[in-house]
């Protein structure tokens, strides 16, 4: 996915001008505002001057996920000092153990569903999203997501925690799938950086054995279903292109042994050596060949043979699968 231009970036410095200039019309101007205002000139200066992004020291391109998450850098990461160099790898450290605090358990069994998932970060964290929101009581709904935030690093990251706490807090309130999308879509929208939005697959499981399942721009999931497998189409806007949109919904029923699985498009684009895409066609095949194996086995089939097909090619996008399994059993 792409991440934001030198214009979306002007725009937030620009903000960020605005935002301490109000400040240091209501306090006394202190050393730390006058070098940050300082500094956000300075890279204005270098936008008009053609400048900006460029390393000060060797005059390469910085990092673009670093000068999103903070457009103010001014040297790439093999010019760092020693100092920054350990302060920053302590940060990812950091982030990345925050971000799989946010993953849910391996393996969830409730209510007649057994939901497994694999989450694999392309670097130190990761723009894909992952989650299953047990109910706190009886009347409750289980909820689960899978989702791609544009962009990868560190900003992606951010984004990725972001989203995170938005669809928690929403589906503890019990809305419907769709309801649920479109407010999350407003608040994603109204709280990120021009020229970032999410991809996401929601849906809201129940004992009978129905999925109600909204899609906003994500790859479709797969339903292995009597026999068959079958693509679950319908899709809508990812969110935070706008922050107003109405999302629809659709409904499966999944009866004793159906499954359903839900991916990135880390999955479905990774390339081998030749550079030839994996592709859904094998996500297809590999659910009709194993249409009895449980959530982790199938995951794990999966991911055999991607790393069969990719015979050493690197990953270069964050990648998260995540199956559902009707198992019937209702505790």
């Keep these: 996915?792409?991440?934001?231009?030198?214009?979306?970036?002007?725009?937030?410095l620009q903000n960020r001008r605005k935002r301490l200039e109000a400040v240091?019309?209501?306090?006394?101007l202190s050393t730390h505002l006058a070098e940050l205002m300082e500094e956000v000139d300075a890279a204005l200066e270098r936008m008009n001057s053609g400048t900006y992004g460029l390393c000060e020291e060797c005059h390469d391109p910085i990092e673009r996920d670093r000068l999103v998450a903070d457009p103010l850098t001014r040297f790439c990461i093999d010019h760092l000092s020693a100092r920054e160099r350990t302060a920053l790898q302590e940060d990812l450290d950091l982030a990345s153990r925050v971000q799989n605090?946010?993953?849910?358990?391996q393996i969830t069994v409730y209510s007649g569903w057994e939901i497994a998932h694999a989450y694999f970060a392309a670097g130190p964290v990761s723009g894909d999203y992952c989650d299953v929101v047990i109910p706190e009581d009886e009347a409750g709904h289980l909820f689960l997501a899978i989702g791609d935030v544009s962009?990868?690093?560190?900003?992606a990251s951010m984004l990725m925690a972001h989203l995170n706490a938005t669809f928690r807090s929403?589906?503890?309130?019990?809305?419907?799938?769709?309801?649920?999308?479109?407010?999350?879509?407003?608040?994603?929208c109204e709280s990120i950086m021009p020229g970032h939005y999410a991809t996401l697959v929601c849906g809201r499981a129940e004992a009978s054995g129905e999925i109600e399942l909204c899609n906003a721009g994500h790859p479709p999931p797969l339903l292995a279903h009597g026999g068959d497998v079958t693509r679950v189409e319908e899709a809508g806007l990812p969110l935070g292109m706008f922050c107003s949109g109405y999302y629809n919904s659709s409904k499966v029923i999944l009866t004793p042994g159906d499954t359903l699985l839900l991916y990135t498009d880390g999955l479905t684009e990774?390339?081998?050596r030749s550079s030839e895409e994996y592709g859904i066609d094998r996500l297809y095949w590999a659910l009709l060949d194993?249409?009895?194996?449980?959530?982790?086995?199938?995951?794990?089939?999966?991911i055999a043979e991607l790393r069969e097909f990719q015979a050493g090619a690197p990953q270069v996008d964050d990648m998260t699968i995540m199956v559902v399994r009707r198992s019937g059993v209702v505790d």
């Design 1 to 12: 996915m792409e991440i934001m231009t030198n214009a979306d970036i002007r725009e937030e």
């Design 24 to 28: 240091v019309s209501s306090v006394p």
């Design 101 to 105: 605090a946010l993953l849910p358990k």
């Design 151 to 155: 962009g990868k690093g560190v900003a």
């Design 170 to 188: 929403l589906a503890r309130i019990g809305l419907p799938v769709g309801n649920l999308i479109q407010r999350a879509n407003r608040l994603f």
């Design 270 to 272: 990774a390339r081998n």
């Design 290 to 302: 194993n249409p009895d194996a449980e959530p982790q086995a199938l995951i794990e089939r999966l």
